[in-house]
């Protein structure tokens, strides 16, 4: 199986800061990934599909990039609904695993 | 726009079936991969599996010997059967739509505990 690992598990952060949130793949798997974000109570929401395109409706302050084994997510100003946790997925092989995640708090 | 809605119960008794429904309405099943994931209270995500509109399945080995997917495309269908359950399996499940090789659509989630 292909692991994914995050980093941080978890930050501090104040609304409008900068945001950085790594995944690091065990192998490479092209751009075969993905970044969604999970509130409580809520259902997963895909934000970036192929390492680095945004899915529709996701504003523009969330970018993603990446190729290979190394991807970043950025928040570029953090507003108050993106509190939440992040998870990366890989769809290169199977299983399609998850990231641990990442929660993003409120400092 | 495309929706799922999860049905199935909440509770279940260990060792008996889990069984869960997932109705796709504003578009069709076919032609996509249909997924399903799980979150243990407290946990992360969990790929369960996956079946495409055909009845090709794909599951996740750690759960593989357990679960079973179908579709009734009739009905615009998508199902996942785990036997054997045990508190292990106490998570909220999740389908979700795969477009392309994201999950871009999720349904709104079923909290399932297993207990006597």
């Known amino acids: 199986d292909i692991q994914l690992t995050q980093s941080p598990s978890s930050l501090s952060a104040s609304v409008g800061d900068r945001v950085t949130i790594s995944c690091r793949a065990s192998?490479?798997?092209?751009?075969?990934f993905h970044w969604y974000q999970h509130k409580p109570g809520q259902a997963p929401k895909l934000l970036i599909y192929?390492?680095?395109s945004l899915q529709r409706g996701v504003p523009s302050r969330f970018t993603g990039s990446g190729s290979g084994t190394d991807f970043t997510l950025t928040i570029s100003s953090l507003e108050p609904e993106d509190f939440a946790t992040y998870y990366c997925q890989q769809s290169y092989s199977s299983p399609r695993t998850f990231g641990q995640g990442t929660r993003v708090e409120i400092k | 726009q495309v929706q799922l809605q999860q049905s199935g119960p909440g509770l279940v008794k260990p060792s008996e079936t889990l069984s869960l429904t997932c109705t796709v309405s504003?578009?069709?099943?076919?032609?996509?991969?249909w997924g399903w994931v799980r979150q243990p209270a407290g946990k992360g995500l969990e790929w369960i599996g996956r079946i495409y509109s055909s009845g090709i399945t794909d599951y996740n080995p750690s759960l593989k010997s357990r679960i079973t997917m179908s579709v009734d495309t009739s009905k615009n269908q998508v199902s996942l059967k785990m036997t054997s359950v045990s508190a292990a399996d106490t998570a909220v499940y999740y389908c979700?739509?795969?477009?392309?090789?994201?999950?871009?659509?999720w349904g709104q989630g079923t909290t399932v505990a297993v207990s006597s």
């Open positions: 504003g578009g069709s099943i076919s032609s996509f991969y």
């Open positions: 192998q490479s798997i092209s751009n075969f």
């Open positions: 192929a390492a680095s």
């Open positions: 979700a739509r795969v477009g392309g090789y994201a999950m871009d659509i």
